[in-house]
């Protein structure tokens, strides 16, 4: 072989490299997989948003649509294209209210506004490390763990910085913030019941520094939108839920060593705590007069998984009226129950399982019965519900 | 495009063999093990050490200065069978991970001593700059040469990094060397070194470094729809990467009667921004980080007797880290950590037989961390390690085994409210062997089989164990097993149009079982735990091709190829399978395919050395779905230098063009890479 044909040789090769060209990614297009059989009830679907593992914006919202029996994923890309980096990073709650669905988007500031059946974007509302949203009265209210933030002591060495949380007051028709109240530290979930806005401080944040976690809930008055008063109620709150009697629901997270999680069962007109239950509660859902709650948590006393909780509670009895509401041993497979919903109308239980969270998750359908329905693959940590349709609580 | 990739380099080095056998050459076989290796400076004394069974892939001398390195990180990427974890910039973090066993499995030895991080295992060599380096190799399993510590044993794969030793010519007693690096990311980076000679067997280097950033770039990210239409394009640029470095480093080497000593030091001391992953609404991060490290080192070796050598290492290490979190928006941070390490070891080789050595090494290690985190464990770890090996040559046929004896007390506190409720003491000991084999079928060719089996274990980090509210302190050790079977072949030749040829390839196959990994833990994404749960395999090839060409009257032209395939799924949950599952779905950041071409031509005292990096589709999660994949990614960089003599100065300019083609494009999940960047660099050296 001629000198000239081994450069002819290697200048082949070079150009072959330096031709190839990186291929785009592709957005998502809405995915559609048959589930079960159609099913016709005022509720026409729900929506499920799957949180996203952090830093990974992966944040996503899938449908069930009942009456094809049919579940669509990536709705939201698929309305929305062109939004740059898609729906956000952690997606921590969802709500319908009106015509619009809102989307609290936690690591990326925001509560998306979509329009609740077509999903086309409408807007957003900057709010930083927001976390919980609910609606009256033509606003809407999300606790933020980001207000203003607080010194304490007395020198540099003692001293104890840490930071309280708000609740911002959105107007629903402009998608503007009007007014923000200052509460506790890291303020989660949050219930409005007869013209006061009940939130729980959960302070975790400061787990482990010298002031500890928070231990109450703050009142908020609508009609001035001040704190009223702070009810002490356990260690790091999380949960929080109204029944229609004005019982509210709260359940806290322990501290993961010797405080295990509780529920406590408060009454908003006695203003007095009422009962206290010994049940782990990770995530509750309100439907009727049953509470149903679930939870799996490491214990750091055990070295290990308690068991996983699934209970329904009688609001109206204050007993726990079934300690397992899985009946076919499904429990068994399901590896992080995160997310619970139930149908108003057909009461079919759904529960997520968050899986190792770097994966898709499932959804689970159960009936009354406790016994799986169908399983579905959503997407990455589904979490969070909104049943969709006429003359429904849609929250 | 993987394919047509994998092809060009197969067909190159099919080419290459091909004309290669046609020119029957009848030059004398020249027995070195690596002469295509710029070995520069090694210093041989008494007898010649006993050769490696299985010899590293390494990067030295003007083959490592052409490279357009900044780091040590980016030259490791042109190994093969090395994936480079890279977050992004001139501070990010680069860790590297060895044929898929995960970063914690490699061991990073700086002039002969590993570089230890008890608190994460990780070693971000992105802040080892390539300043003051004259080699770097990375063994797969360990060196296998026998005569060293026994730490030396206990890794999966290893680098050594090897800093400049000085050299005097002539009358000369003191060499200067000042160097000016500037161009992209508001890079300014001045550096000085002192060689001084006080005799003939003592002889010292002082190098000082600093490195200053602004670390910002453009990146763009975009997607497409299906008919290749753009539904949305973004660029902005990247903030809060910004860094400042000092390095200073002494060295101190000496030679004695049939041995050899070495004192030195190393500090260093840097603030860095943390620029954060990029999200939807956040396009910001001011995350701050401060680093000092610093250690002292000393070896000595002597040969005794005749049939005995020894050798005593020892260091002392102190690192302080702090991390500030003032971000009002996110859980405000302020941590700062300490951690401390002394090691001691003494290596010992006896000849029995010219061709039968044994070697017995001794180790002990402490490391403590301390920190400001609440109801903090402050663990301790006393390692103990005992290394026994030999090597033994029959006629064409090396072979290598060792034995390691691991024995591990973990000493920690419960303490919760300020209050110590318990002290603990957990107590574990293993062994582990490995063996090493190379065979030479032929005589009159340069052509070597070589095989080698090892399993060795990982310790839990002490954030494994004992972050606060996050460690598991009954975590194991997690294992690696490897088994390597592979071939090296080499033409050497004086003249001619090839003066030399090499082709490497190995097959191998690795499990990882135990393996650490965070599982969360309970009720949102701020609660994890470590458990020992994960299982990985990994069937993967290796191949390196290296061809040195004589084109013309002072026209030399080098060419390096490299090619790696490698297969690492998931065996964790056999339950999870079907649409999103994980099991046997390909582990998070590792292609399928990836590769690397360096090409460098000399024409006198011009160098021009073009590289290109290839890494393939692979997925952020080992559920192979849409939303983890991440497209291939390949970038061409160029350089040229000019050397010339003025006086009795040398001057060396340089200029650098990265990312050639100007392509972004994200190593780890939403933490974007430079786009074409540039670099010049003067040297002078007096």
Redesign the interface.
């Known amino acids: 072989m001629k000198f000239s044909h081994k450069i002819l040789l290697l200048s082949i090769l070079v150009l072959a490299l330096l031709g190839s060209c990186r291929e785009d990614e592709v957005i998502y297009i809405k995915e559609t997989v048959p589930v079960t059989q159609p099913e016709y009830t005022s509720v026409d679907g729900f929506y499920l948003l799957n949180e996203g593992a952090m830093s990974r914006d992966l944040a996503s919202l899938d449908y069930y649509n009942y009456s094809t029996g049919e579940y669509e994923r990536d709705v939201y890309t698929d309305a929305n294209p062109t939004v740059v980096m898609e729906l956000g990073d952690v997606g921590n709650d969802i709500g319908i209210y009106g015509s619009k669905l809102y989307m609290v988007i936690n690591c990326s500031n925001k509560v998306e506004v979509v329009d609740k059946r077509s999903v086309k974007r409408i807007g957003q509302i900057d709010i930083p490390n927001c976390r919980y949203i609910k609606f009256h009265q033509g606003y809407a209210y999300v606790s933020s763990y980001v207000g203003p933030v607080v010194l304490e002591g007395d020198n540099s060495d003692d001293e104890d910085v840490y930071q309280l949380g708000a609740v911002f007051k959105v107007d629903t028709t402009t998608l503007e913030i009007v007014d923000k109240c200052v509460v506790g530290r890291q303020p989660d979930e949050l219930d409005i019941v007869d013209g006061k806005i009940y939130v729980t401080n959960s302070g975790g944040y400061s787990q482990g520094s010298k002031i500890g976690y928070e231990n109450t809930v703050s009142v908020i008055d609508i009609e001035t939108f001040k704190e009223e008063e702070r009810i002490p109620v356990a260690i790091n709150l999380l949960g929080c839920k109204c029944d229609r009697r004005g019982i509210l629901w709260v359940s806290s997270r322990g501290d993961y060593h010797g405080t295990p999680s509780m529920l406590y069962a408060y009454d908003t007109q006695k203003r007095r705590m009422v009962k206290t239950f010994d049940v782990r509660a990770g995530n509750m859902w309100m439907d009727g007069d049953s509470l149903y709650v679930i939870s799996k948590e490491w214990s750091y006393m055990s070295q290990g998984f308690a068991n996983g909780t699934y209970a329904i509670i009688n609001t109206k009895t204050l007993e726990v009226v079934n300690e397992n509401f899985i009946t076919d041993g499904t429990d068994a497979r399901i590896v992080q129950p995160y997310g619970i919903a139930v149908n108003p109308i057909t009461k079919d239980i759904y529960v997520t399982d968050g899986l190792n969270f770097v994966q898709f998750g499932f959804l689970y359908c159960f009936g009354q019965d406790g016994k799986m329905k169908w399983r579905i693959r959503a997407g990455n940590i589904p979490a969070h519900f909104a049943f969709l349709g006429d003359n429904i609580n849609e929250q | 495009?993987l394919k047509?990739?994998a092809m060009?380099l197969l067909?190159?080095v099919a080419?290459c063999l091909c004309?290669e056998a046609?020119e029957v050459s009848s030059v004398p076989q020249i027995k070195e093990i690596d002469t295509l290796q710029y070995l520069e400076n090694v210093i041989v004394y008494g007898r010649k050490p006993y050769a490696e069974v299985i010899p590293a892939q390494t990067l030295g001398g003007k083959k490592l200065e052409g490279l357009n390195s900044h780091s040590i990180a980016d030259a490791i990427r042109y190994f093969s069978g090395v994936q480079v974890k890279d977050y992004g910039g001139v501070g990010g973090i680069k860790t590297i991970d060895i044929r898929s066993m995960g970063t914690n499995h490699l061991g990073v030895f700086y002039d002969g001593i590993q570089l230890g991080n008890a608190q994460n295992g990780q070693i971000d060599l992105g802040r080892f700059s390539l300043d003051n380096i004259e080699e770097i190799s990375l063994y797969n399993g360990q060196k296998s040469e026998i005569f060293q510590p026994a730490r030396d044993y206990g890794s999966a794969g290893t680098v050594y990094i090897k800093t400049r030793r000085p050299k005097f010519s002539g009358e000369k007693n003191n060499n200067f060397n000042v160097t000016m690096r500037t161009g992209s990311f508001g890079l300014a980076n001045p550096s000085l070194r002192w060689e001084h000679r006080f005799s003939r067997n003592v002889s010292m280097s002082l190098n000082a470094e600093y490195t200053y950033a602004t670390g910002q770039y453009h990146f763009r990210?975009?997607?497409?729809?299906?008919d290749g239409t753009i539904?949305?394009d973004?660029t902005a640029v990247r903030k809060n990467g910004d860094v400042q470095a000092l390095r200073v480093e002494g060295a101190v080497f000496g030679a004695i009667e049939d041995g050899k000593w070495n004192a030195k030091f190393y500090y260093y001391d840097s603030e860095r921004g943390i620029p954060?992953?990029?999200?939807?609404?956040?396009w910001m991060n001011s995350q701050r980080q401060w680093d000092r490290n610093f250690f002292a080192q000393g070896s000595w070796q002597k040969r005794l007797s005749e049939k005995f050598e020894m050798m005593v290492n020892a260091k002392y290490a102190r690192d302080f880290m702090h991390y500030h979190n003032p971000d009002?928006?996110?859980?405000?941070v302020?941590n700062k950590f300490w951690q401390d390490e002394i090691y001691i070891s003494s290596a010992n080789k006896y000849t029995i037989l010219p061709d039968w050595d044994v070697n017995l090494s001794v180790d002990y290690k402490w490391n403590y961390l301390n920190s400001t985190?609440?109801?903090f464990s402050y663990p301790q770890r006393h390692t103990a390690l005992v290394a026994l090996a030999t090597a033994r040559t029959w006629h064409r046929f090396k072979c290598q085994a060792s034995l390691l004896y691991t024995m591990i007390d973990d000493r920690y506190k419960t303490i919760?409210q300020g209050q110590t409720l318990a002290r603990h003491s957990k107590w574990m000991h293993k062994f582990t062997p490995a063996v090493f084999m190379n065979y030479q079928p032929i005589q009159r060719y340069d052509f070597y089989l070589r095989a080698f089996y090892k399993r060795i274990f990982r310790m839990p980090t002490f954030n494994d164990l004992f972050y606060?509210?996050m460690g598991?302190?009954?975590l194991r050790p997690e294992y690696a097993n490897q088994f390597d079977l592979g071939f090296w072949y080499q033409r050497l030749r004086e003249d001619g149009?090839f003066t030399g040829l090499k082709f490497t390839a190995d097959a191998y196959y690795n499990t990882i079982t135990d393996k650490i990994?965070a599982?969360?833990?309970?009720?949102?994404?701020?609660?994890w735990?470590m458990m020992n749960i994960g299982k990985v395999r990994i069937m993967g090839v290796d191949v390196t091709a290296r061809a040195t060409?004589h084109?013309a009257r002072d026209f030399n032209l080098d060419?390096n190829l490299s090619y790696t395939y490698q297969k690492a799924r998931d065996y964790t949950d056999p339950?999870?399978t079907?649409?999103?599952?994980?099991y046997k779905g390909q582990i998070?950041y590792i292609p399928w395919h990836s590769g690397s071409?360096v090409?460098r031509a000399t024409w006198r005292d011009l160098d021009v050395n073009?590289s290109?990096i290839?890494v393939g589709e692979r997925y952020?999660?080992?559920?192979n779905?849409?939303?983890y994949?991440q497209?291939?990614?390949?970038t061409?960089d160029l350089s040229a230098s000019y050397t010339f003599t003025l006086g009795s100065t040398k001057f060396k300019v340089a200029a650098e063009v990265n990312n050639l083609?100007n392509?972004y494009?994200d190593v780890i999940?939403?933490y974007p890479m430079p786009g074409r960047n540039y670099k010049l660099i003067l040297k002078f050296d007096f």
Not at chain 2, 221 to 226: I, P, V
């Open positions: 495009m047509r990739i060009s067909a190159i080419c004309l046609q990210y975009r997607k497409k729809f299906s539904a949305w973004t954060g992953a990029i999200v939807n609404n956040v009002t928006t996110l859980m405000l302020d985190l609440t109801n919760y606060t509210d598991n302190a009954n149009f990994i599982v969360p833990s309970g009720r949102g994404q701020y609660r735990t060409m084109l060419i339950e999870d079907g649409f999103g599952g994980t998070a071409v090409g073009y290109f290839y952020s999660s080992s559920c779905e849409r939303s994949h497209p291939p990614w390949y061409h083609f392509q494009y999940i939403n």
